[in-house]
């Protein structure tokens, strides 16, 4: 990234306009820090994509404070998620197909919430943990083994493969069917990006697929439980109720989406950011064990994987000092909020000792729908950056990221490394 400008004009700026997300990111990182100094809380109307499958939306408030973001995710009840986590609008059966809990209210959200979250206790992601390590073991040994040359591409090679193998260790997904659930997450990836040439078809396609296989699957292991977190999940009872096949199937489509990409795009930013800046990786890696929880949550913040997720009042209230009605959308721009100088020092550097309050909102900025997965995401880093350093020390990235064009995912798509 270039030098960032001091200032630019924020008057000419839609931030649904997919121009914006590709422009360079030091002009984007001024533009949000301008919309944080002048206009926290601003209005941006819906783009019209062509072959949308539904009408243009009226339009959102975008925030871009840590504090707003904050106050937004913490008041559910005056914030709603049931009439989408996504700028566009759905139909609300198609948001819950597709974005199963986090398309949610209480008591939906909540019941789901606590039937699936039988998977994820520290217990669970403890056991997850052991193969964590064999992944990235397994990873660095085909890395010797493929390339003697001793340069690869970092995405493909390193930070993707990873967090999809532990998805389908972690469901019992036998390792025959992987590269099927891989190309399906490669279509769902693509969409926005014009190298993939996603259709509504195809996306419409790959959910139906990923369901189907998902359902049977669950009532598979409903019949005969194993010692995988579908098994426990199938089984799991809250007040006297279980998932349905179908609300896994779901679940199942949004936990590959938001595992996958979310955290491969964290270990992408973080090696870049780990080669930018020596002396942190210095900090690190001499440090290890004591510098860890700090280092993690410090990639997370920078790289902030998702870009923002919506809301939708439920009734007329204001925030930050600007009148909104019941009805109207909110975006909440986590990246922005992750930046703001008001809350972080010196936002614009990277630091692995920076304190954990306040707390960065790459995985949320707490309420119910706090990312499920932020302990098991923050583990796959540690192991991963501790794989790389013992075995790898002198890997380095070696060329610019090509990014991902997307509104959403803040997405690297290939990287060249060296060691
Ligand atoms: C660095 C990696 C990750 C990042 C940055 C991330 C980010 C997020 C964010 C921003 C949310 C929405 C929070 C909100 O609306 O308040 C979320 C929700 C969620 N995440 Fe993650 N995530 C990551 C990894 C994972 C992993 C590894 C899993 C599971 C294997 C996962 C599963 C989920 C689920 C199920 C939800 C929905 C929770 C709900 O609606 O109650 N995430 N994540």
Redesign the pocket.
């Known amino acids: 990234m270039g030098t960032i400008p001091e200032h630019v004009n924020i008057d000419d700026i839609c931030l649904s306009d997919p121009e914006f997300w590709i422009a360079d990111r030091a002009y984007r990182e001024a533009a949000f820090a301008t919309f944080r100094a002048e206009r926290p809380v601003s209005f941006h109307k819906e783009w019209e994509f062509e072959d949308a499958p539904f009408p243009v939306g009226p339009g959102y408030w975008a925030l871009t404070r840590h504090d707003d973001i904050w106050h937004v995710?913490r008041n559910p009840q005056l914030f709603c998620?049931g009439q989408g986590?996504q700028v566009g609008d759905m139909p609300v059966e198609m948001n819950e197909f597709f974005g199963s809990?986090?398309a949610m209210d209480d008591p939906k959200?909540f019941r789901l919430?606590s039937i699936?979250s039988k998977a994820f206790t520290p217990k669970e992601v403890a056991k997850v943990e052991e193969y964590v390590k064999v992944k990235a073991r397994l990873c660095v040994d085909r890395l010797l083994e493929k390339f003697p040359e001793r340069t690869c591409d970092f995405v493909s090679e390193v930070a993707a493969p990873m967090?999809l193998q532990i998805?389908c260790e972690?469901m019992g997904i036998p390792p025959e069917d992987e590269a099927q659930i891989f190309g399906w997450t490669n279509v769902i990836l693509g969409v926005g990006d014009p190298e993939y040439v996603t259709t509504i078809e195809d996306l419409m396609n790959v959910a139906l697929s990923m369901f189907t296989y998902a359902q049977a699957l669950g009532e598979d292991r409903r019949a005969n439980p194993r010692d995988d977190m579908t098994s426990i999940m199938m089984a799991a009872e809250v007040d006297g109720e279980r998932l349905t096949a179908q609300e896994f199937g779901s679940f199942f489509i949004?936990?590959v989406v938001?595992?996958n990409e979310?955290?491969r795009?964290?270990i992408a930013h973080g090696m870049k950011a780990l080669t930018d800046f020596p002396e942190q990786r210095a900090a690190w890696f001499d440090d290890f064990e004591g510098t860890t929880r700090t280092a993690v949550e410090e990639i997370?913040r920078w790289a902030?994987?998702?870009i923002h997720?919506r809301r939708t009042a439920t009734a007329d209230t204001e925030i930050n000092g600007q009148a909104i009605k019941a009805g109207e959308k909110i975006v909440m721009f986590?990246q922005s909020g992750n930046r703001d100088e008001a809350t972080f020092t010196d936002p614009q550097r990277f630091d692995v000792r920076r304190g954990l309050n306040p707390n960065q909102i790459?995985?949320?900025?707490?309420?119910?729908?706090?990312?499920?997965?932020?302990n098991?995401?923050r583990r796959?880093?540690a192991v991963m950056f501790d794989e790389l350093r013992r075995r790898l020390p002198d890997l380095r990235i070696t060329g610019e990221p090509e990014y991902l064009q997307s509104a959403f995912i803040n997405g690297i798509k290939r990287m060249p490394c060296a060691w």
């Open positions: 995710s998620s986590s809990m986090i959200h919430r699936v967090p998805i972690m949004l936990l938001a595992g979310t955290t795009t964290a997370v902030t994987p998702v997720f986590y790459g995985f949320g900025a707490g309420g119910p729908h706090f990312c499920l997965g932020a098991l995401a796959e880093i």
